[in-house]
């Protein structure tokens, strides 16, 4: 397993489940190399069904929050358009964050850190071999890549690269929400503040510990970013407030009060992307169906490393047959959530914010 993200340790958690070798293979030094990224909403029949596999179903209810399903919607102006919260036993998208959801899943794996993986060379005599970025090299029976967007598997098996979506993200954060800025925790409740303009929306979810997630989102040439330099943080600041000048002062505020920002360019690979079959290698999650992020992504990409560990596991005989027959499930199952997002990220950053609460109300009606 190529990549130690929520696909690649559940494909490996599951496997050690029923007593099946896997070493997972991943790139960054420790599990606490980078920050893990905002929270997940794993959602009844993908991502919680993936952790029933796995047998974490029960530990992942104890450490999730269902209140964080909440959702509120304002226009640029302040005004609450929709205000849902979820009732007392609502458990269909409970929300975990990403750093506690990979504790619970690397438990007792082989992870081999600072790992990372140069290139995948399909068809040796021992199956795929790997080639490592310190020059080392080991074959292994088969190799699945859940290494991402920028998947170094992908290649060995499509020369397909991921595209610009038209579409780029600006992530900012704030600590300790409700001691250091209780407006701004009050604005955003238990769950997300959505508020949407034309071509441009802020987000922010709360996280466990006080913690949140700020997005900023706009359409823009993939050259054309709101500073020069996104490592100066208050040029970065200046330039955002600007792109979002005339919103409300509570939703300015949330960018004014961010500390450091990272953009992220949404890229997305194409809707029905699929390759031909070659024996030793496979691809899951990202690596095979980059889509927009609207919480499908972790969610099919948890199923289908479960989904597969329980096959291999089931036939290990014929592990050629088995992943054969898994890609072609996941392929016609992601291609429809592929259009799904896609359609989805084109009415939340749209022309008319009136798409995107059209679109909640179809999802989540009020």
Same mark, same amino acid.
Request: overall charge negative.
């Given at each position: 397993?190529?990549?130690?993200?929520?696909?690649?340790?559940?494909?490996?958690?599951?496997?050690?489940?029923?007593?099946?070798?896997?070493?997972?293979?991943?790139?960054?030094?420790?599990?606490?190399?980078?920050?893990?990224?905002?929270?997940?909403?794993?959602?009844?029949?993908?991502?919680?069904?993936?952790?029933?596999?796995?047998?974490?179903?029960?530990?992942?209810?104890?450490?999730?929050?269902?209140?964080?399903?909440?959702?509120?919607?304002?226009?640029?102006?302040?005004?609450?358009?929709?205000?849902?919260?979820?009732?007392?036993?609502?458990?269909?998208?409970?929300?975990?964050?990403?750093?506690?959801?990979?504790?619970?899943?690397?438990?007792?794996?082989?992870? =081999?850190?600072?790992?990372?993986?140069?290139?995948?060379?399909?068809?040796?005599?021992?199956?795929?071999?790997?080639?490592?970025?310190?020059?080392?090299?080991?074959?292994?029976?088969?190799?699945?890549?859940?290494?991402?967007?920028?998947?170094?598997?992908?290649?060995?098996?499509?020369?397909?690269?991921?595209?610009?979506?038209?579409?780029?993200?600006?992530?900012?954060?704030?600590?300790?929400?409700?001691?250091?800025?209780?407006?701004?925790?009050?604005?955003?409740?238990?769950?997300?503040?959505?508020?949407?303009?034309?071509?441009?929306?802020?987000?922010?979810?709360?996280?466990?510990?006080?913690?949140?997630?700020?997005?900023?989102?706009?359409?823009?040439?993939?050259?054309?970013?709101?500073?020069?330099?996104?490592?100066?943080?208050?040029?970065?600041?200046?330039?955002?407030?600007?792109?979002?000048?005339?919103?409300?002062?509570?939703?300015?505020?949330?960018?004014?009060?961010?500390?450091?920002?990272?953009? =992220?360019?949404?890229?997305?690979?194409?809707?029905?992307?699929?390759?031909?079959?070659?024996?030793?290698?496979?691809?899951?999650?990202?690596?095979?169906?980059?889509?927009?992020?609207?919480?499908?992504?972790?969610?099919?990409?948890?199923?289908?490393?479960?989904?597969?560990?329980?096959?291999?596991?089931?036939?290990?005989?014929?592990?050629?047959?088995?992943?054969?027959?898994?890609?072609?499930?996941? /392929?016609?199952?992601?291609?429809? /959530?592929?259009?799904?997002?896609?359609?989805?990220?084109?009415?939340?950053?749209?022309?008319?914010?009136?798409?995107?609460?059209?679109?909640?109300?179809?999802?989540?009606?009020?």
């Amino acid at each position: 397993m190529v990549g130690g993200g929520p696909a690649g340790l559940t494909f490996a958690r599951v496997l050690h489940r029923y007593g099946h070798p896997v070493t997972v293979l991943e790139r960054d030094p420790a599990p606490d190399a980078r920050p893990p990224g905002g929270t997940l909403d794993l959602h009844e029949g993908l991502g919680q069904l993936a952790l029933d596999k796995a047998g974490l179903l029960g530990r992942f209810e104890e450490l999730s929050r269902p209140e964080g399903q909440a959702m509120r919607i304002l226009d640029t102006a302040g005004n609450v358009l929709r205000d849902w919260r979820p009732g007392p036993d609502d458990r269909a998208n409970p929300e975990i964050d990403r750093g506690q959801l990979r504790d619970l899943l690397l438990g007792p794996l082989d992870v =081999r850190w600072g790992r990372g993986v140069a290139q995948v060379l399909p068809g040796t005599g021992d199956g795929a071999l790997v080639r490592f970025e310190d020059g080392r090299q080991e074959a292994f029976d088969l190799v699945v890549g859940a290494d991402g967007a920028w998947s170094r598997v992908r290649p060995a098996l499509s020369p397909v690269r991921p595209h610009y979506t038209g579409v780029t993200l600006v992530e900012t954060s704030l600590d300790d929400v409700d001691t250091r800025h209780p407006d701004l925790a009050r604005l955003i409740g238990d769950g997300s503040v959505a508020v949407y303009g034309a071509n441009r929306a802020v987000v922010a979810q709360r996280n466990s510990g006080g913690h949140v997630k700020v997005y900023a989102k706009f359409r823009a040439p993939l050259d054309r970013h709101p500073s020069p330099d996104p490592a100066d943080t208050d040029a970065e600041r200046a330039g955002l407030l600007s792109l979002f000048d005339g919103w409300a002062e509570p939703v300015l505020e949330l960018l004014r009060r961010g500390t450091a920002f990272v953009r =992220r360019p949404l890229h997305v690979l194409p809707v029905s992307h699929t390759w031909s079959h070659v024996p030793g290698v496979t691809l899951l999650g990202d690596a095979a169906h980059l889509m927009p992020p609207l919480g499908a992504g972790a969610n099919l990409a948890m199923l289908e490393g479960a989904e597969l560990a329980e096959a291999v596991a089931a036939d290990s005989g014929d592990l050629d047959g088995v992943v054969r027959a898994f890609e072609e499930r996941m /392929w016609a199952r992601a291609g429809g /959530w592929s259009r799904m997002t896609t359609a989805g990220l084109e009415r939340l950053v749209s022309p008319d914010p009136a798409d995107a609460l059209a679109l909640f109300d179809e999802l989540q009606p009020s």
